[in-house]
């Protein structure tokens, strides 16, 4: 729960500070719109095997198609989603 926790906040302080004045990547709004759909789901059932793991592949799919991560940030966010364990719900 921690580690979800952690890498939603990584999301919202990245995805806060993009500059409006760079145009984001056409799969980018996409995306994001996935990744809030499956988080907002996700948080409404935390026992929902597939719900996790639509959760984990539109978290990955964000960082893949929203650059606004560092390296490092990008290794560390994906890191707390492979740790994401959707076998123990």
Request: glycine share 2%; proline share 2%; with cysteine.
């Amino acid at each position: 729960m921690k580690k979800i926790i952690g890498f939603l906040l990584v999301v919202l302080v990245a995805s806060s500070c993009i500059s409006k004045a760079i145009d984001p990547l056409a799969g980018c709004t996409k995306s994001a719109e996935k990744f809030s759909t499956a988080s907002s789901a996700f948080f409404m059932d935390f026992t929902s095997k597939t719900k996790c793991e639509a959760f984990k592949d539109a978290a990955k799919a964000y960082l893949k198609d929203c650059p606004s991560l560092s390296v490092s940030e990008v290794k560390e966010a994906n890191d707390s989603i492979n740790d994401i364990d959707c076998n123990d719900l």
